[in-house]
Nanobody, 116 residues
Framework: QVQLVESGGGLVQAGGSLRLSCAVSGSIFSIKAMGWYRQAPGKQRELVAAIPSGGRTNYADSVKGRFTISRDIPKNTVYLQMNSLKPEDTAVYYC??????????WGQGTQVTVST
């Protein structure tokens, strides 16, 4: 089992920056990919960025060039650096891991609100 705890959300003006963190614990050896998703009111949850183990990062077209996903292996933490934020980035952001056994784990979510 993998446990995820997100932090770093908040209220920011358009054009500002935030960095989300996701602390990972538990069966870390079983993780094959980590990612960030978001869900805005009335919309489906969508992939924002992903970082597979040993693979290339990938991003939603809407955040390319503005967001960066990274991981600190010794700290068991994955980050999402968000720059040039827009009001349409407002959502609850969730950390996700996929395991080699085919399982998926989610954090509790952290609210990001971008004001005009």
């Amino acid at each position: 089992q993998v446990q995820l705890v997100e932090s770093g959300g908040g209220l920011v003006q358009a054009g500002g920056s935030l960095r989300l963190s996701c602390a990972v614990s538990g069966s870390i050896f079983s993780i094959k990919a980590m990612g960030w998703y978001r869900q805005a009111p009335g919309k489906q949850r969508e992939l924002v960025a992903a970082i597979p183990s040993g693979g290339r990062t990938n991003y939603a077209d809407s955040v390319k060039g503005r967001f960066t996903i990274s991981r600190d292996i010794p700290k068991n933490t994955v980050y999402l650096q968000m720059n040039s934020l827009k009001p349409e980035d407002t959502a609850v952001y969730y950390c996700n891991t996929e395991t080699t056994a085919g399982g998926s784990n989610w954090g509790q979510g952290t609210q990001v609100t971008v004001s005009t």
